[in-house]
Nanobody, 126 residues
């Protein structure tokens, strides 16, 4: 089992930046991949970015590419999502997720991740 706790969300203005953190505890040595997802009101949860915990490879969906950066600190067992140039359409609850199995491909949906945090709200005002 892995326990994930997100933090760093908040209310910001268009163009601002935020850095989300996801602290992992438990069987952290078994983590193979982590991802950031988000869910806006009335919409389905969507993938934002993926990181391979073992070799640090990353992937981004089109909505995040060029503005967001995913990273991990193995010593702190923490995954980050640096979000720049935020837009109102980025408003959502952001979740981190983890899996122990190897990455099948870098844009797996939420059903491929068994471990989830509670989410952190990001609101971007126009």
């Amino acid at each position: 089992q892995v326990h994930l706790v997100e933090s760093g969300g908040g209310l910001v203005q268009t163009g601002d930046s935020l850095r989300l953190s996801c602290a992992a505890s438990g069987r952290t040595s078994a983590i193979y991949a982590a991802g950031w997802f988000r869910q806006a009101p009335g919409k389905e949860r969507e993938l934002v970015s993926t990181i391979n915990w073992r070799d640090n490879r990353t992937a981004y969906t089109d909505s995040a590419k060029g503005r967001f950066t995913i990273s991990r600190d193995v010593a702190k067992m923490t995954v980050y999502l640096q979000m720049n140039s935020l837009k109102p359409e980025d408003t959502a609850v952001y979740y981190c997720a983890a899996r122990f199995e190897p990455i099948i491909y870098y844009f797996m949906n939420e059903h491929e991740y068994p471990y989830w945090g509670q989410g952190t709200q990001v609101t971007v005002s126009s």
